[in-house]
């Protein structure tokens, strides 16, 4: 009968009462698993670019300025919080946060940057290990990601420039 | 047992054209054939076999094996079984026979290998462009190796039109789409109405087409490529991520751990509540019944939460990588999605014993948007839309993937075939996947979530999964490749193969139906390409042309951006 399933019906939505979440005033706080924008540790991080390898949206960007110092740079513009980054760190130095409401009219404002001492391998220079062989790192040797116009590039170099901004010594990889 | 018999029922008919074969378990099935009689073989699986056909993909696989690769994937559905009809073709010619005329439903899935990979089609019956934009210069074709992932065409042709065919005789063409007020993707439908009845349409889409296989084939990296495949769809990502990693799974011959099985089951069917329960909302909002709309989506929001509270997110999941799932459930996490479910049932049963009686809504969608068994066939509907017209097929009691082998569960059908019996086999399927996740949550065993890879991955296998969407079968093709990265990716999502019924659902049927029998599969529609102004004191009409319509919306736009930048720098 149409007459009985119509107040069956509005029974369903009387039940229910209101639901509607008093947001942005008292935002609901979000679980302890919840996957957000991720924090970078400069005092845990080692330098190994695992994370920038494996940024499935290559918003992480590496530019060795020379052998002691590396940089690593989080865009944050494309960043889809999936977590690929926290999960591969050997050393735990990003955590997901619970920041979710990023938006902002300076995009610099979610960028990171960690400037980074890197001792030297006297065997290679730049290897890590992976933690499995999907998660090899893809682009080996010395990184030169084009960080002023926030660019990844494609094509890595196992010696460094020839005019490096320190002077520095020069090794072959592979 | 059932690969080995198809396969010799193939060579008892067709010996001579069948090169080898490969069976890689009891459930999948590769042959290659002659191309010169790969269109007989197809004819002989689809008709006289009774095979499913699934969806067609082209490979350049040139410089490996120095030519391209044609497959059209049937699924026998009774048998368990999935193959792969395979054919080299010569670099030097590339050419191959279409079937779409003895399987019309590979029409879309041969013009898009056509477009992206330039393999041409002989005996195409409708050989128009169907993925790459109008402006895209023709013999381009962006799925070959050699066209880096970032080409921009240098003689790019903004000004070129798409060329729509004629009407037929005495009817009116109607614009639907790409914009419209009910639907939520861009897909355009001219639509030929004679008075209110609608006697055909030619549907223009893939407006958002990504280019995501071709990112994965160049750029990404195998665990990479499962985050940029739930972002295929909006709603039923996680299915896309599943497939993508059983395929992989399967051509490296990798087997995930028995606790991760049960997650991705989990979770696959968490996701396929939310998306019924938005389904229903949706089309009971289609139809005018704003009630259920908002009560459906009331009843949604704790599901979102559970999975958020489980996945760390409450719609891109991030669960598979190759080998396992990312994250565990906690017992706590258990107990508290058992909750949940209980009160999803009783609220859900509280819902339909009152829409499955509502005469108000069987009037509006009893009869309308008809698929016969016949049009299930010939187009390759599949999912809720297949089982609603009494076919009872399903990816999970007939392909079990996970853990879907372990638990026990019905298969809802329906016997008319009309948008009512859909929405019938939508809201008793969310009975089905309660109970599901509530047998995995009571057979779950412990151990460990992810498999340890130790070698890489092997090069060149080939490897399919279909997974059971909440649309329908989703189903991905995988060519296992060099540098960390598959060679070939291809992905068949569930609305591919249905839309390719719609025209066919709306013949002959009322203009104001044409909503909910689009709505009914999942997919859109209003706009026209003119704009006209009338000048109030004068009354005169000035009609706009796409092209000056850009040029305004083009100076608005540099205008407003100049404007932002002054009021940055001030």
């Known amino acids: 009968m149409s007459l009985t399933s119509k107040f069956k019906e509005a029974m369903v939505g009387l039940k229910a009462g209101r639901v509607t979440l008093d947001y942005p005033a008292h935002p609901r706080p979000v679980p302890e698993n919840f996957r957000g924008r991720p924090i970078f540790d400069a005092q845990k991080c080692i330098g190994c670019a695992a994370c920038a390898n494996n940024c499935p949206a290559r918003e992480i960007l590496v530019l060795d300025v020379c052998q002691e110092v590396r940089i690593l740079k989080y865009l944050g513009r494309r960043c889809t919080y999936c977590g690929r980054c926290s999960d591969v760190c050997p050393e735990k130095a990003i955590t997901m946060s619970h920041e979710f409401e990023t938006a902002t009219n300076k995009i610099s404002d979610v960028h990171q940057r960690l400037d980074l001492f890197m001792s030297t391998c006297q065997r290679c220079g730049r290897c890590f290990k992976e933690t499995s062989p999907l998660e090899q790192l893809k682009l080996k040797g010395y990184r030169f990601d084009d960080l002023e116009n926030e660019r990844w590039i494609f094509r890595s170099r196992s010696f460094l420039e020839s005019e490096p901004l320190v002077d520095d010594i020069k090794i072959e990889l592979d | ?570």
């Not at chain 2, 071709?214 to 996680?238: F, Q, W």
């Not at chain 2, 929405?423 to 089905?432: D, G, I, Q």
């Not at chain 2, 859109?524 to 009354?539: A, N, P, Q």
């Open chain 2, 1 to 570: 047992m059932k690969a080995r018999e198809k396969l010799d029922q193939l060579k008892a008919k067709l010996g001579p054209a069948i090169r080898r074969a490969d069976i890689p378990s009891d459930h999948c099935l590769f042959v290659f054939v002659e191309a010169s009689a790969l269109k007989a073989v197809c004819e002989y699986v689809f008709r006289d076999l009774d095979a499913r056909f699934i969806t067609s993909i082209g490979a350049d696989d040139r410089s490996f094996s120095g030519s391209f690769l044609v497959a059209h994937n049937f699924a026998f559905d009774r048998d368990h079984l999935l193959c792969s009809i395979l054919t080299e073709i010569p670099a030097s010619q590339p050419c191959v026979e279409s079937i779409s005329t003895v399987v019309p439903a590979a029409n879309w899935a041969e013009r898009e290998l056509r477009d992206l990979v330039g393999i041409e089609l002989s005996g195409h019956p409708y050989p128009k462009r169907l993925v790459l934009p109008d402006g895209w210069p023709d013999g381009v074709h962006p799925l070959r190796k050699d066209i880096p992932w970032n080409f921009v065409p240098d003689d790019y042709d903004d000004e070129r039109e798409f060329k729509f065919d004629e009407p037929p005789e005495g009817c009116t063409v109607v614009p639907f789409g790409p914009f419209h007020p009910t639907l939520d993707e861009p897909a355009h439908f001219r639509l030929y109405v004679e008075g209110e009845r609608v006697r055909g349409c030619e549907y223009r889409g893939f407006m958002v087409h990504r280019g995501i296989e071709k990112l994965a084939e160049s750029v990404l990296g195998y665990n990479d490529i499962p985050i940029m495949a739930e972002r295929i769809c909006g709603i039923c990502g996680c299915v896309h991520n599943v497939t993508y990693a059983q395929a992989v799974e399967a051509a490296a011959a990798l087997q995930a751990p028995p606790r991760a099985e049960y997650l991705r089951s989990i979770l696959l069917e968490l996701e396929r509540l939310h998306s019924h329960l938005l389904w229903v909302g949706l089309a009971c909002h289609i139809v005018g019944f704003d009630t259920l709309f908002m009560q459906a989506f009331r009843i949604r929001e704790p599901v979102m939460w559970i999975a958020e509270k489980i996945t760390g997110n409450r719609k891109t999941y991030g669960l598979c990588v190759i080998g396992g799932v990312r994250r565990d459930l906690t017992p706590a996490l258990e107990d508290e999605l058992r909750q949940v479910l209980a009160r999803l049932e009783t609220e859900w049963q509280a819902v339909t014993a009152a829409v499955l009686q509502d005469r108000n809504i069987q009037k509006r969608t009893r009869g309308v948007g008809v698929a016969d068994r016949n049009l299930v066939k010939e187009a390759g509907l599949i999912g809720p839309v297949a089982r609603a017209a009494g076919v009872g097929i399903d990816c999970r009691r007939d392909h079990p993937y996970a853990a879907y082998d372990r638990v026990d569960f019905d298969v809802i059908t329906a016997p008319d075939g009309d948008v009512w019996s859909r929405l019938v086999v939508r809201a008793r399927e969310v009975f089905e996947s309660i109970k599901i996740i509530r047998q995995c949550l009571d057979k779950m065993e412990s151990g460990p979530i992810q498999l340890e890879i130790k070698d890489e991955l092997p090069v060149g296998r080939l490897g399919i999964s279909s997974v059971e969407a909440p649309r329908g079968e989703c189903h991905h093709f995988v060519i296992t490749g060099e540098n960390n990265r598959p060679r070939r990716w291809r992905v068949r999502a569930p609305t591919y193969q249905n839309l390719q019924g719609v025209p066919a659902m709306i013949k002959d049927q009322q203009l104001a139906d044409m909503t909910i029998s689009l709505g009914s599969i999942d997919p859109c529609f209003s706009c026209t390409d003119r704009l006209e102004t009338i000048d109030l004191r004068s009354g005169a009409v000035k009609v706009w042309s796409p092209e000056e319509l850009l040029k305004l919306a083009r100076a608005r736009g540099i205008a407003a951006e100049s404007s932002a930048k002054e009021s940055d720098e001030s």
